[in-house]
């Protein structure tokens, strides 16, 4: 059974700095690429970043390109979110996802999803 588990969220202030983690079990990680996503109450989920199977592309959305980067070790199943210069908009529950393919932005695209942790920037 596969089960993605984000972690590394919380409560931080405008400017700081988290680093998301996301742990794979139940799949082979290298045969997937990965996504990260959000959703803040009341809106549409967003997608935020996604990479290849390798690591070796990446592709971010505008919101965060040049703030947020993503990694991954396909060795321990881990994909992170280095997210950096937080601002209170970045307020969301964020999700990573798995999909057995190239790399896509839709999320519906994707196979398999984490539960989300909680990521909340204050002013």
């Known amino acids: 059974q596969v089960h993605l588990v984000e972690s590394g969220g919380g409560l931080v202030q405008a400017g700081d700095s988290l680093r998301l983690s996301c742990a794979a079990s139940?799949?082979?990680?290298?045969?997937?690429?990965m996504g990260w996503f959000r959703q803040a109450p009341g809106k549409e989920r967003e997608f935020l970043v996604h990479?290849?199977?390798?690591?070796?592309?990446?592709y971010y959305a505008d919101s965060v390109k040049g703030r947020f980067t993503i990694s991954r070790d396909n060795a321990n199943n881990m994909v992170y979110l280095q997210m950096n210069s937080l601002k209170p908009e970045d307020t969301a529950v964020y999700y990573c996802?798995?999909?057995?393919?190239?790399?896509?932005?839709?999320?519906?695209?994707?196979?398999?999803w984490g539960q989300g942790t909680q990521v909340t920037v204050s002013s």
């Open positions: 996802a798995a999909r057995y393919g190239p790399p896509v932005v839709t999320g519906g695209a994707y196979d398999y």
């Open positions: 139940g799949l082979t990680l290298w045969s997937y690429a």
């Open positions: 990479i290849g199977r390798s690591g070796g592309s990446t």
